[in-house]
Nanobody, 123 residues
């Protein structure tokens, strides 16, 4: 059974950076497209970025405005989200997710989800 575990969240000042990691168990990781999503208190879950099995990427400009990058290391069964120039509105629980259907920014395309990691950006 494939399992996703996020890490790297925490408290950071406005303008700072964080690098989130999502470690996957199982040998099918390389066949998954992976995505990052986030959900703030009282708000709906929104897409951040997605990366295909071959490294092709998608970004949600309304969410990250070019400040974030997504990458993956299939040898380590890990996907990353580098977050720079963080703002208070980036505060949310960040989730990684996997899908066999190719890179997508639509949450309903994903069938495997991690438990999330909290990112808090102070003013």
């Amino acid at each position: 059974q494939v399992q996703l575990v996020e890490s790297g969240g925490g408290l950071v000042q406005t303008g700072g950076s964080l690098r989130l990691s999502c470690a996957a168990s199982g040998r099918t990781f390389s066949n998954f497209a992976m995505g990052w999503f986030r959900q703030a208190p009282g708000k709906e879950r929104e897409s951040v970025a997605s990366i295909n099995w071959n490294g092709g990427t998608l970004f949600n400009p309304d969410s990250v405005k070019g400040r974030f990058t997504i990458s993956r290391d299939n040898a380590k069964n890990t996907v990353y989200l580098q977050m720079n120039s963080l703002k208070p509105e980036d505060t949310a629980v960040y989730y990684c997710a996997g899908t066999h259907r190719g890179a997508s920014l639509r949450p309903y395309d994903y069938d495997l989800w991690g438990q999330g990691t909290q990112v808090t950006v102070s003013s």
